[in-house]
């Protein structure tokens, strides 16, 4: 890191010191490639632009991370409760024992035997249906979790050029093609 960080401040030091523009392109640059730098600070600053030949553009590899949300579902086994239903066995047994307590008195008895039947026959048939019963089933449960993964992403480029015979590096954003365009930047020497 710091030889890279020495290597920028000699290119940057070199740069500053050229007093002529490459006179082998046109004063008129391109616009520049997307992801480029726009244009630096006016006229009036001393700087003027010129045009390097590309040597070499090697892309830089880095681990990009993301998290993607996602739901995971898994089966549960649940006991489940069934209560029964006593309305409907009280009902129905009450009707069957009025009807074997009608069949089985005679005379004045029969009411007797009727309402007797009618109460025995409901009281059975609430004690049948009450026997609800316990049962197992399966119930299905989501959940959102973040999935983390890591990819492999160009995330620039080391690019070596040639500027009026010297060579120099720096590592930019984007790939900048056969050319490249500088800005040099002239100012006294101390």
């Known amino acids: ?58 892309p830089v590899q880095g681990i990009v991370r993301t998290s993607v949300p996602q739901q995971q579902c898994y ?42 039947g009618a109460v025995v026959g409901g009281a059975v048939g609430n004690h049948v249906s009450d026997q609800g019963g316990d049962y197992a089933t399966t119930q299905t449960n989501c959940q959102q979790v973040n999935t983390v993964s890591d990819q492999r992403r160009i995330i620039g480029y080391d690019v070596e050029y040639r500027y009026r015979g010297e060579v120099y590096t720096s590592r930019l954003n984007y790939d900048p093609g056969e050319r490249l365009r500088v800005r040099v930047q002239v100012q006294p020497a101390d």
């Open 1 to 58: 890191m710091t030889r890279l960080w020495l290597s920028t401040l000699a290119l940057a030091l070199m740069v500053t010191s050229i007093h002529a523009q490459d006179v082998r392109y046109s004063d008129q640059p391109p616009p520049p490639p997307p992801g480029a730098p726009g244009p630096g600070p006016g006229p009036d600053d001393n700087a003027h632009f010129g045009w390097a030949d590309v040597l070499r553009a090697d």
């Open 75 to 116: 089966n549960q086994q649940v006991v489940q409760h069934d209560p029964g239903n006593s309305g409907v066995g009280t009902v129905l047994g009450a009707v069957v024992g009025g009807v074997l307590g009608s069949t089985i008195g005679k005379g004045g008895g029969r009411v007797a035997a009727t309402v007797g």
